[in-house]
């Protein structure tokens, strides 16, 4: 026997994900990932370390300069970053 509805893997690996309860630790890594092609190579350079923990992105620049210039653009990197992964994954950003 054949099955007759067909779907799209991507919509069954999607599927899956979310029963599993793998959604949002994936869409946070994929967001983390994506950091350096986001904010381009400059940024990248001055970046130390970038953690999301509860719905907070945590990004650790070594540049104090490159800090106060995102500071003042904290809510569009926020838009930025979550239209990029597809998902709502975070909710403000912190720059140390």
Do not use: C
């Amino acid at each position: 026997m054949r099955k007759q509805k067909a779907e799209a893997v991507g919509q069954l690996v999607r599927q899956f994900l979310r029963e599993e309860g793998l959604e949002t630790p994936y869409n946070e890594y994929r967001l983390v990932e994506a950091w350096p092609e986001v904010m381009g190579p400059g940024v990248a350079r001055h970046t130390a370390d970038v953690q999301i923990r509860n719905r907070i992105l945590y990004v650790h620049l070594t540049s104090s300069v490159l800090r106060a210039e995102l500071m003042a653009g904290r809510a569009m990197l926020v838009r930025r970053l979550n239209e990029y992964v597809g998902a709502q994954v975070i909710e403000k950003i912190v720059l140390r």
